[in-house]
């Protein structure tokens, strides 16, 4: 499980280094998408399979369609070098506005890379809504 909140930079040839704690849960290959909330999502290609796999039950909503388009147009495969960097391609940099510092959140089965101060500001926002969030949390 990806747990834990990490601030690294990322360098001038768009590379962030992932938490070696990271690493050894996700491996040599991850898959970066463009995630809500303007952040970036970091999947295993196992958890990429069953996410995808989750979007394909349902393709005649235009909201589903477009949601994929997006997803899966923006999505990219990234290997993971020797000291643990991924390089991280300029739409994506854009999208996520990824500069300086970036926050690195593990989220379950993937991992978030947010722009620190997007992050930050995010986070006060919703600790202050963690109650209201609790009550209407879905289980299965």
């Given at each position: 499980?990806?747990?834990g909140e990490y601030i690294h930079g990322i360098d001038e040839k768009n590379r962030v280094?992932?938490?070696?704690k990271f690493r050894q849960e996700m491996g040599k290959k991850v898959v970066l998408a463009?995630?809500?909330?303007?952040?970036?999502?970091?999947?295993?290609?196992?958890?990429?399979?069953?996410?995808?796999?989750?979007?394909?039950?349902?393709?005649?909503?235009?909201?589903?369609?477009?949601?994929?388009?997006?997803?899966?147009?923006?999505?990219?495969?990234?290997?993971?070098?020797?000291?643990?960097?991924?390089?991280?391609?300029?739409?994506?940099?854009?999208?996520?506005?990824?500069?300086?510092?970036?926050?690195?959140?593990?989220?379950?089965?993937?991992?978030?890379?947010?722009?620190?101060?997007?992050?930050?500001?995010?986070?006060?926002?919703?600790?202050?809504?963690?109650?209201?969030?609790?009550?209407?949390?879905?289980?299965?």
């Amino acid at each position: 499980m990806l747990i834990g909140e990490y601030i690294h930079g990322i360098d001038e040839k768009n590379r962030v280094s992932l938490p070696s704690k990271f690493r050894q849960e996700m491996g040599k290959k991850v898959v970066l998408a463009k995630g809500v909330d303007k952040c970036l999502s970091v999947f295993t290609p196992k958890e990429w399979a069953n996410f995808s796999q989750t979007l394909s039950q349902e393709t005649l909503r235009k909201d589903n369609r477009g949601f994929n388009r997006l997803t899966f147009g923006g999505a990219m495969e990234a290997e993971v070098d020797s000291i643990g960097r991924i390089l991280v391609p300029d739409f994506l940099i854009e999208w996520a506005n990824l500069k300086g510092k970036v926050a690195l959140i593990g989220v379950q089965n993937k991992v978030e890379i947010w722009n620190e101060k997007t992050w930050v500001e995010y986070r006060r926002t919703a600790e202050r809504q963690m109650a209201s969030f609790a009550e209407n949390v879905t289980t299965r």
